[in-house]
Every structure is written in C-alpha cells, then in structure tokens.
C-alpha cells in the first residue's frame, strides 16, 4: 500500500481559504451556521475549513488549496507540490486585516458641502467648474462660466451615427450636448439669475446666423479693436481676478469672434457650480439690456 501523501501545511491552508472561502461555502463543506457572514469572522470560518477537511482526510481538497496558495504568490508549481508534499516551505504568509467600507456597512456616504470641486478631470475632459458662489456676490454685467446642457439636434435625413465625445452625450431621453458657456448677467431673482450667452460659434462668427440677435464682445485688453459683423458697437470684457494677467489664449479671454445673443436668455441656480471670469462697465451692461428689452416679441 502507497503511503498517504501529507496534508500542506495548516498555515498554507489557512491563507487559501481565506482566498477559496466562497467556493467552499457554495460546496457546502462548511456547518451551516458558518454560511452566514455574520455568524463568522472570514479568518474563524478559514480554520474551521482547514479542520473539517482535515477530519474528512480530504487529501485531494486541501493539496487543490495549497496549490491555489500558490498561484496567487507566483510560487511554481514544482515549489508548490514539494511544499504539499512536507519536503518544503513556502515563504512566509501575511493575511491583511479586511478593511471594512461604508459599502460593506450599508452607511450611505454623504457629499460634503465644501463649495470647491476636488475631483480629478478624466483625460480629455471639459475644465471643471469652480465654486458655488453666494447669491449676493453677482451683480448685473458680471460674465460667469457655468454648465450648458442642450438637445443635440437631429436631422432626420442626416443618417451619420453619432458618437460620445468629450461634449457630446448620449442620455435615456437622446444625444445632450454639454459645455462649459459663458454668460452676462442681466438679472437677479430670489433663487437663480438670467443671463445672456456668449457664442463664438467655433470661430465662425454669424455665419448663417439671424445678426439682427446678436451683440460683439471683444476682450478690452487683447481684443478691443477686432472689426465686428454688425451695426452695434462691441461691447468690452474686463477680466476679474485671477484671470487679468492670463495670456491671449487662455480659455477666460473672449476673443474676437465672440457675440452676445441677447434674445436667447439662460437660467442659472445660485446652488449650482460656476466661475466668475469677468464684466461689463455700466455702460456696456445697460447698453446691453436695452437691447434685449427692445427685441422682446409682443
């Protein structure tokens, strides 16, 4: 009669139940009581393992989890079944305490309520909105950056499949196109504001767009003396802090293709994220509410 094979080592054994604990409690190997999670540690459950199968002399089931052990250090297998066999000794094993998670603990987590916005911008992603900001700091003429979000629009003969990009996004009510808008504050109410957006339209002005709508806007420091497509003086951006010194490139400057369309005002939440990037003189910010008041429809 061939001698018995020795069982791996209880330590071995140990550690790769800890790592086949589900496996062995779907086969049913463990007492009933010790199925539940909340009757047993994971490390109580592992030993009982280990001394059920070895009561049950289950050879073949404790040298399959030494050689589970073993593959998840990278140990080969000709080290690992001579550890099985009792001729060695794997490297010593270090069973890390399991780190309990709010998940786990069924606590739910709740947002802070800092104003800024920490979270790291994935690759390719739209600059992150800055802070919410307390309703009695806008005043009419400031120009703020905040979050735009519009239908895509669909021509029905167009077939060309859309794709997700970096502002283009497809929801369970369509395609939602999101960008980062800039918009002159014209009014003030109890829990939002209005304002009037800034488009550049990609660099190509009024190109096929009603110019009778729209208003320039040029930089005052950069782009003060850009020529304009319309019968209305431009109005001028003064950059606020910290964008006054930024370059002429920089994405708070508004360049010389930039207008104003002031029969298409935007709402804002005061609780929701945006940047102050600069304003209008007095001059300009009435100038530019006149123009709206005298275009509304009758």
């Given at each position: 009669?061939?001698?018995?094979?020795?069982?791996?080592?209880?330590?071995?054994?140990?550690?790769?139940?800890?790592?086949?604990?589900?496996?062995?409690?779907s086969?049913?190997?463990?007492?009933?009581?010790?199925?539940k999670?909340?009757?047993?540690?994971?490390?109580?459950?592992?030993?009982?393992?280990?001394?059920?199968?070895?009561?049950?002399?289950?050879?073949?089931?404790?040298?399959?989890?030494?050689?589970?052990?073993?593959?998840?250090?990278?140990?080969?297998?000709?080290?690992?079944?001579?550890?099985?066999?009792?001729?060695?000794?794997?490297?010593?094993?270090?069973?890390?305490?399991?780190?309990?998670?709010?998940?786990?603990?069924?606590?739910?987590?709740?947002?802070?309520?800092?104003?800024?916005?920490?979270?790291?911008?994935?690759?390719?992603?739209g600059?992150?909105?800055?802070?919410?900001?307390?309703?009695?700091q806008?005043?009419?003429?400031?120009?703020?950056?905040?979050?735009?979000?519009?239908?895509?629009?669909?021509?029905?003969?167009?077939?060309?499949?859309?794709?997700?990009?970096?502002?283009?996004?497809?929801?369970?009510?369509?395609?939602?196109?999101?960008?980062?808008?800039?918009?002159?504050?014209?009014?003030?109410?109890?829990?939002?504001?209005?304002?009037?957006?800034?488009?550049?339209?990609?660099?190509?002005?009024?190109?096929?767009?009603?110019?009778?709508?729209?208003?320039?806007?040029?930089?005052?420091?950069?782009?003060?003396?850009?020529?304009?497509?319309?019968?209305?003086?431009?109005?001028?951006?003064?950059?606020a802090?910290p964008?006054?010194l930024v370059?002429?490139?920089?994405?708070?400057?508004?360049?010389?293709?930039?207008?104003?369309?002031?029969?298409?005002p935007?709402s804002f939440?005061?609780?929701?994220?945006?940047?102050?990037?600069?304003?209008?003189?007095?001059?300009?910010?009435?100038?530019?509410?006149?123009?709206?008041?005298?275009?509304?429809?009758?």
């Amino acid at each position: 009669m061939a001698p018995r094979k020795p069982l791996a080592t209880k330590h071995e054994c140990l550690k790769a139940s800890l790592e086949v604990l589900p496996s062995i409690k779907s086969q049913k190997l463990l007492p009933v009581s010790l199925r539940k999670p909340h009757k047993a540690t994971e490390r109580v459950a592992a030993k009982k393992i280990v001394k059920i199968v070895s009561k049950k002399r289950n050879v073949g089931k404790l040298n399959e989890v030494a050689l589970k052990a073993g593959k998840s250090r990278n140990v080969s297998a000709a080290d690992t079944n001579l550890a099985i066999q009792g001729k060695q000794r794997l490297p010593k094993l270090i069973i890390k305490k399991r780190v309990e998670t709010p998940q786990m603990r069924k606590i739910p987590t709740v947002a802070p309520k800092s104003t800024k916005d920490s979270t790291p911008q994935a690759k390719g992603a739209g600059r992150l909105l800055g802070e919410i900001i307390e309703p009695h700091q806008f005043k009419l003429g400031q120009i703020i950056s905040i979050a735009s979000h519009e239908e895509v629009y669909q021509d029905p003969r167009n077939k060309i499949k859309l794709e997700p990009t970096r502002e283009q996004t497809l929801t369970t009510l369509g395609w939602v196109y999101s960008k980062n808008r800039k918009i002159v504050v014209t009014s003030r109410f109890a829990q939002h504001l209005v304002g009037l957006p800034i488009y550049s339209h990609g660099g190509k002005g009024l190109e096929k767009k009603e110019k009778s709508e729209f208003v320039g806007i040029r930089d005052a420091r950069y782009f003060r003396r850009s020529p304009t497509e319309l019968k209305y003086a431009n109005l001028l951006s003064h950059r606020a802090h910290p964008f006054t010194l930024v370059d002429k490139k920089h994405w708070a400057v508004i360049n010389g293709d930039s207008y104003v369309q002031f029969t298409r005002p935007l709402s804002f939440a005061y609780n929701t994220r945006c940047t102050i990037e600069g304003n209008l003189n007095d001059e300009d910010v009435q100038a530019l509410i006149d123009l709206a008041n005298s275009n509304k429809p009758v």
